[in-house]
């Protein structure tokens, strides 16, 4: 999860951002690699996630607070990326029903 940090909202102003818009800065990762990284961050907490309950029901010596936290991580980062997921479908469907 540390690749998905929120920076502060600057006090810029908005004229010169909507500017930019359309041009990427060279060497910037796109949408899609970005969207891929968050992904695999996801899916690397639900492994450890499932390595921590395992490693529980066998019976082995842990830190039940430590497995907690990390069954908690994996499973508020997978509601983060379903939210995600459903606010890019709700953004599909609206530009699918614009009529051209």
């Known amino acids: 999860m540390s690749d998905l940090r929120i920076g502060s909202i600057g006090s ?3 004229a010169p951002a909507l500017a ?3 041009a990427a800065s060279p060497g910037a990762p796109g949408f899609g690699e970005t969207l891929g ?3 695999k961050a996801v899916d690397e ?3 450890k996630a499932q390595s ?3 490693a529980v029901a066998s019976g082995r010596d842990v830190d ?3 497995t907690l936290v990390t069954i908690e991580k994996a499973n508020i980062s997978l509601q983060f990326a379903l939210q995600i997921r459903n606010k890019l479908l709700e953004a599909y469907q609206e530009i699918m029903r614009i009529q051209v």
């Open 12 to 14: 810029a102003p908005v």
């Open 45 to 47: 907490l639900q492994v």
């Open 37 to 39: 990284r968050a992904l």
């Open 52 to 54: 921590a309950a395992t």
């Open 20 to 22: 930019k818009v359309g």
């Open 64 to 66: 039940m607070t430590q």
